[in-house]
């Protein structure tokens, strides 16, 4: 008799394969549309090796986002394979019935799951965001460079130090917490201009709450409410600088939601990227579990080809499904975060009754 443990780790071996596989496949494909995205754009300083660096920066990004689709192609694939050599039936008959054969396969993907959660909290904003500063700096050469979760950019004869961009729904940009450098003389500030908001509008910043600081005397002198600047800066590399809410780690996205919650301002972006990031693992198995439950209940009745296929279009009805959820979610009467477990909580259901039905 094969003891338990054995098939523990031989599916999960296999499954694990499975998944890192069609995670590399996936990457790969979209690597090569991002490299034909970027080979498009190469201008000034930009090059093969800078698109080269660029993309390598991006890949934690990238998988972050893939990863949901890898662990459920991945994890079907391999039952699919399993079941087509009758390996499921053996596994059966050594005590392994579907439940056990799902756990042990979610087990895999959470663990992945974490890890890739994990990555995407701490390594891939920071990468994402010195490889679009490094090729708009190659591009243009406005983009000075970032400190923290600061940015620096040259326009003009002013040094503009940026301590908050908020992406908006509508691909605009709005900043926060704005500081204007005027040097006139080699290493000497001659004007200091602190806006506590902004938006750059048609080659102009728009700014409010505006005051001005002497360098000499160290005096603030408030401005205007309402002050309008000419710059040198085309508004596409603020949009290209600019962080989807969905990339940012959860420290950020509070942050800039106290900052919209307290200037009175529309903050739904980042509620709900801030409830995907906390869910991420939650749908990930969700949509997966559904999937795996199909294709075992069905396992007797359709060609293992079909029930991988069947049950990747239901893991891809949930990613639909979500997406109206998402979209919905606002103007419900209920909490966010309830709203956003409802997917979830819905497939699970259904996966547990698909393989009450075997």
């Known amino acids: ?40 754009d190469i201008e000034g300083g930009y090059g093969p090796a800078q698109v080269a660096l660029y993309l390598l920066r991006t890949l934690p990004a990238r998988l972050y986002d893939l990863f949901p689709y890898a662990a459920l192609i991945g994890g079907m694939l391999a039952l699919g394979q399993l079941s087509a050599r009758r390996e499921l039936v053996a596994m059966r008959v050594c005590g392994f019935h579907n439940g056990r054969i799902v756990t042990r396969v979610l087990a895999v993907a959470l663990l992945f799951g974490l890890v890739v959660m994990l990555v995407g909290e ?3 904003p920071e990468l994402e965001l010195d490889a679009r500063i490094d090729r708009e700096q190659a591009r243009s050469g406005q983009v000075g460079g970032a400190h923290g979760r600061a940015l620096w950019l040259r326009d003009g004869a002013w040094m503009v130090h940026v301590g908050l961009l908020v992406w908006e729904d509508d691909e605009r940009v709005a900043f926060a917490d704005l500081r204007f450098y005027r040097v006139e003389q080699p290493g000497r500030i001659e004007t200091v201009i602190h806006a506590d908001s902004a938006r750059h509008v048609a080659g102009q910043w728009r700014l409010d709450a505006v005051t001005r600081l002497d360098p000499d005397t160290g005096q603030v002198q408030r401005l205007a409410d309402r002050f309008r600047m000419d710059s040198e800066i085309a508004g596409d590399v603020f949009r290209a600088l600019a962080t989807r809410p969905r990339l940012l780690p959860i420290d950020d996205i509070q942050r800039i939601r106290a900052y919209l919650e307290a200037n009175g301002q529309d903050d739904t972006a980042y509620v709900q990227a801030f409830w995907r990031r ?7 198995l969700a949509m997966l579990f559904s999937g795996l439950a199909l294709l075992l209940g069905t396992a007797r009745r359709l060609p293992p080809v079909a029930g991988v296929f069947a049950g990747v279009s239901i893991g891809m009805a949930f990613v639909v499904i979500h997406r ?16 956003h477990m409802v997917p979830a909580m819905v497939f699970a259901g259904l996966g547990a009754v698909l393989l009450r039905r075997r």
């Open 278 to 284: 906390v869910l991420y693992p939650v749908n990930t």
């Open 1 to 40: 008799m094969v003891m338990p443990g054995v098939l523990t780790r031989y599916l999960a071996a296999t499954t694990g394969r499975s998944m890192i596989v069609v995670a590399l496949v996936l990457t790969g494909l979209y690597l090569s549309v991002d490299l034909v995205r970027e080979a498009g």
């Open 324 to 339: 109206i959820v998402l979209g919905t979610a606002p103007v419900l009467p209920v909490p966010v975060g309830v709203t």
């Open 122 to 124: 701490r390594l891939a």
